[in-house]
Nanobody
Framework: QVQLGESGGGLVQAGGSLRLSCATS????????MGWFRQAPGKERDVVAA????????VYADSVKGRFAISRDNAKNTVYLQMNTLKPEDTAVYYC??????????????????WGQGTQVTVSS
């Protein structure tokens, strides 16, 4: 199965931008639906954005619509999360996840069976 590695997290001021990357290896990337999730201390892991295996379907959390964009580059076996106009409430550990035969963009974390280790995003006010 695919292995995942996130990068791009860090500390940014409110209103700033970050781009997260999730590089994959070990299997056919274009067969996997991909998702970005986040978890803040004391809270559940929730979807941020997801994209289907063919890239034609996406889904976003209401709180990030218009600010974040998920994309995938099947030639580079990588999925991205562009985050703009960041807010302090976006502070969390961000996880990349993969689902084999992801024909849709799935927002339920239970639909994913491969997870990365996470990358911290901290937005200061």
């Amino acid at each position: 199965q695919v292995q995942l590695g996130e990068s791009g997290g860090g500390l940014v001021q409110a209103g700033g931008s970050l781009r997260l990357s999730c590089a994959t290896s070990g299997d056919t990337f274009e067969s996997y639906g991909m998702g970005w999730f986040r978890q803040a201390p004391g809270k559940e892991r929730d979807v941020v954005a997801a994209i289907s295996a063919n890239g034609r379907s996406t889904v976003y959390a209401d709180s990030v619509k218009g600010r974040f964009a998920i994309s995938r580059d099947n030639a580079k076996n990588t999925v991205y999360l562009q985050m703009n106009t960041l807010k302090p409430e976006d502070t969390a550990v961000y996880y990349c996840a993969a689902r084999l035969y992801g024909i849709r963009a799935y927002s339920d974390p239970a639909m994913y069976h491969v997870w990365g280790q996470g990358t911290q995003v901290t937005v200061s006010s």
